[in-house]
């Protein structure tokens, strides 16, 4: 192969910064750009991105029309965190005869979401001989691959523990709102409540990613959203925090076995953790033969991450024998520094 | 699958740490065991493990028959640490038509020491559609495996740094020879000069498979053995350092390109690094687009995680196309808790 040819659907903060990254690496070529905004029709690529030259791609809003008439061996897919959202759109890619790598987080492990979807898009992969794969910082790396990875130097595991701890601040309002930063104590419970606040997405996916990995049964899988309670003011662009308001919410995953958690997974998000001297920073206690305890300071980013791991998985997806796949079943990742068409194996 | 049956070639303290872990998993039957030496022979694994059960295997010194006459999926073999000594074992076993994962550290990536036997034992797999690996924690995991994954989450990779701080005091005589403990400075540079001393083996491996997997050129791995000078009295049962000898070998491969090191990988191992405040630990420094600084403290220790390393990639190498395989080529490592004969897919 001479050149890997890709379709970005997408265009916002996540989409955006996956077709630069495309756009920057050897051995890809950008064929074809979807928006949601219509406003962004029309343009050329470049342009859309920012960028100080044209990528001699014309961003289109019509999905249909580029996905089933432009040639592409893969499209990469950032429209939506929701499997019941992103499914028609892989449907639509995978029956134009096209793989898919999607960052929707619930597609890093979709059977816990609706087991029918994902057996469908399965054998609507292997009908049409291509590999779809849901992947990005988190579902996808920190609380799962890299966890399931170090257990490999493990003789036993007993139990597993993480943390992701970040920083909100650089965000927006969207988001904001959805880990409810600046709401009282009150606010936050009623927006757990309606669902307004949902804190994050993708603990069923890790932690049954986890469990199906290394062969430990776990009955179901808990989680608790409790706001964390600012001690001190703290303001973005966006948001002011006053002492006694909620700077952001703590989420825990727990993967439970006879009542007891066998996995735990936290991600507190919140604005400005180190004003309350919490450094952020990936974390991962094994419990086990050996105990291990690995640290990332401070944490993955989470957008750059996400961006990345996208883009790094298209060899492995391209290469992959047709279906469902999940970071579990694919070659360990890593960056793309070299030609990636070299990478494409023949025969596929 | 009911069952994975398995020999293991070795009982040194590697071999047996193996045959013990075998002996306690799930869905893994250990059909053949060959002992290195003699007064072994005719005894019952469970004995030579110093089990206090038998377990129905009878350890023979007859490599040959043991390999040509036993039942089994896969050979565990732990004899040796270079390529020409375990080549006409595993071409044996190759041959035998059973798959095969050996810890001898050229193994870990083979080309990089003899093209032409790499070539030959990749040829021999296929042939018998049987796979083959080196793995074991280092080369295999820490400095290699580890680090490429953890270049997932980066759009571009610039440089790579990484150091195994680990603390040889358990370790025996045959280490503390071959890594220059207790000798003078003097005494050690003649132990690097005439061979005695060695140092680690596998930077080679560790430094070429993560070039080879990110896609970056380097035009050589050069070496470096200094010896580490004990400021303190340091002692073991083995051994006894008085200041100004040396408490060990500082270890460091590069992988240089245009005279630039691009990829630093170091290994100083000594005896009691702590009386020096000098913490044990596995760091990974990743410059590039993020940073990524990792650290495992302590470090993941190397005997264990070699035995589990190389039980726990049974499956994926009994799953994987035949041929020589490394690290980079298979799926995630992973513990195996659960049956380990429900992971082997069918049609292999």
């Given at each position: ?31 074809g ?13 470049g ?11 014309a ?10 008439e ?10 939506d ?25 619930e ?36 609380l ?19 943390a992701?701890?970040n ?35 993708g ?5 049954t990613?986890?469990?199906?990995s290394?062969?430990?049964?776990i ?15 703290r ?36 604005i ?49 024998a ?22 494409i194996?023949?025969?596929?």
């Open positions: 192969m001479s050149e890997v040819k890709v379709i970005i659907w997408g265009l916002g903060a996540m989409g955006g910064g996956i077709a630069k990254l495309l756009a920057e690496k050897e051995g890809i070529k950008i064929t750009a979807i928006a949601g905004r219509a406003e962004k029709s029309g343009k050329d690529l342009e859309v991105l920012n960028l100080n030259r044209n990528l001699n791609v961003v289109s809003a019509d999905y249909e029309k580029t996905i089933k432009t040639e592409a061996d893969i499209v990469l897919l950032a429209t965190s929701f499997l019941k959202n992103v499914f028609p759109q892989i449907k639509l890619i995978v029956e134009s005869g096209k793989n898919c790598i999607t960052i929707a987080e597609m890093a492990y979709p059977h816990t979401v609706d087991e029918k979807l994902a057996s469908e898009i399965d054998e609507l992969a292997k009908e049409n001989k291509v590999s779809v794969l849901g992947t990005g910082i988190n579902p996808g790396f920190v799962d691959t890299l966890i399931i990875t170090l257990t490999g130097a493990q003789r036993s595991v007993k139990k597993i523990k993480a992701r701890i920083d909100l601040s650089p965000f927006g309002t969207t988001v904001m709102k959805t880990q409810g930063v600046g709401t009282t104590p009150e606010e936050f419970k009623k927006g757990i409540a309606d669902g307004s606040i949902v804190g994050h997405i603990f069923k996916q890790s932690i990613m986890i469990a199906d290394i062969g430990i049964e009955d179901e899988v808990i989680e608790t959203r409790e706001p964390i309670i600012s001690n001190t003011y303001e973005t662009p966006y948001i002011k925090v006053e002492p006694g308001m909620v700077a952001g919410c703590r989420h825990i995953g727990y993967g439970m076995k006879n009542g007891e958690a066998v996995i735990t997974l936290e991600h507190p998000q919140q400005y953790p180190s004003v309350e001297n919490i450094d952020t920073g990936d974390y991962i206690w094994l419990e086990g033969d050996p105990d291990l305890n690995l640290s990332i300071k401070p944490e993955t980013p989470g957008g750059i991450g996400t961006i990345a791991t996208a883009v790094n998985m298209i060899p492995h997806v391209i290469n992959s047709p279906g469902l796949v999940t970071m579990k079943d694919l070659p360990i990742p890593r960056a793309l520094m070299g030609d990636v068409a070299k990478l194996k023949a025969g596929r």
